[in-house]
């Protein structure tokens, strides 16, 4: 009798609930010609005007896209040629593009710069960074995840990492050629052209001064200047709330990319937009990519509701309501001729 009250004691068996017992109710549908059919059709209803409504606001956004990879300077050299010749690496190679602008770009009008067969999305790329040292604390020892780019002759680089050292450090220039005689340079502001999020949260510059607080530590290897003289032209944009510096510290998705440059100061000639015309683009060149195959240039675009041209999103509508009426249309058909058998 003990034998049998010490078994039941161990036993592993569940307790009898409907819970444990797994005897709960359940309601599972069963897609019948009934319910599926009207869903098909009903998607594909609503798809359809809200795809073609997007696709009209996508090509109410006006563009002009403007590529520079093989600019040539005023030697007439090219000056992707230029950094072939390896004595020719820290320096800048200065060139113009003329280009022309058949309609008047109204309202906000914004800069960017554009990106082909760089890979921001590489794994290790996307790792090689330091948050910690980006919020600001540089008390802490760097990341491993910044190697090789983690210190240099035994001192720590600041900021780390593959992403910060391959930094993007063009520059540009626009200019209005309203006439022979009349040239007219186009304001560009660099304010808050990085997420918010990024600004105030994630990017933070150690206290006290910059120079100071970032002594002993060194540049990227790629860079010019140290972190603190990021923009010779704004001491309050410098370290590591540097806007451009932050803008190229958010990877991007795919191999082909763009990200904000500047906005355009909508005053005096340009207070509704960019006029048309002839626009001259002043372009300091420092980032070459013709050793692996890449490709640059500045985008002007206007927005709309949706934000910038993107028709991708209305087609994808477009062929998803198209997909759900033909194949609910033709399941129809199937149903009235064959249901009964």
């Known amino acids: 009798m003990a034998d049998s009250t010490r078994e039941r004691k161990k036993s592993k068996k569940p307790s009898n609930t409907n819970f444990k ?5 359940a309601w599972q549908p069963i897609l019948t010609a009934s319910t599926a059919l009207p869903l098909f059709f009903t998607i594909g209803v609503v798809f359809i005007p809200i795809g073609a409504v997007l696709l009209v606001a996508s090509d ?7 590529d520079y990879t093989y600019c040539k300077a005023s030697s007439g050299k090219g000056c992707d040629k230029f950094f072939e010749n390896v004595t020719n690496t820290g320096k800048t190679c200065v060139c113009k593009v003329k280009f022309n602008l058949s309609q008047e770009f109204k ?20 790792r090689s960074r ?13 990341s ?23 930094l993007f450090n063009d520059s540009f220039k626009l200019t209005y050629l309203k006439s022979e005689n009349q040239q007219i340079r186009v304001s560009l502001s660099n304010k808050d052209i990085a997420w918010k999020s990024d600004r105030e949260v994630k990017f933070k510059n150690p206290s006290g001064n910059l120079k100071e607080a970032f002594k002993g530590y060194a540049k990227p290897p790629n860079w010019p200047r140290p972190v603190y003289e990021l923009d010779t032209n704004n001491t309050d944009n410098n ?16 191999s082909t990319f763009r990200k904000l440059y500047r906005k355009i100061v909508h005053s005096g000639e340009f207070k509704n937009g960019l006029p048309k015309g002839e626009y001259q683009l002043d372009i300091m060149y420092n980032f070459p990519v013709t050793s692996f195959d890449g490709e ?3 985008i002007l675009s206007t927005t709309s509701w949706i934000g910038g041209k993107n028709p991708f999103l209305g087609i994808a509508y477009i062929t998803v309501g198209i997909l759900c009426l033909v194949l609910g249309a033709s399941f129809l058909i199937i149903h009235l001729k064959f249901g009964k058998r």
């Not at 017992?21 to 109710?25: E, S």
């Not at 540097?242 to 190229?248: G, K, Q, R, T, Y």
Request: net charge negative.
């Open 144 to 166: 491993s995840d910044c190697d090789p780019f983690a210190e240099v002759n035994g001192s720590a680089i600041a900021p780390c990492g593959a992403i910060a050292n391959s």
């Open 296 to 298: 640059k240039r500045v």
């Open 130 to 142: 330091d948050d910690l040292q980006l919020h600001g604390d540089l008390d802490h020892k760097v």
């Open 107 to 126: 309202g906000d009008v914004f800069m960017y710069y554009g990106l082909s067969n760089f890979y921001q999305n590489h794994r290790r790329y996307v």
């Open 21 to 25: 017992q797994q005897r709960l109710k």
């Open 239 to 254: 370290g590591f709330q540097n806007e451009d510096f932050i803008v190229w510290m958010r990877t991007a998705a795919f």
């Open 60 to 66: 109410k956004v006006q563009e002009k896209t403007v």
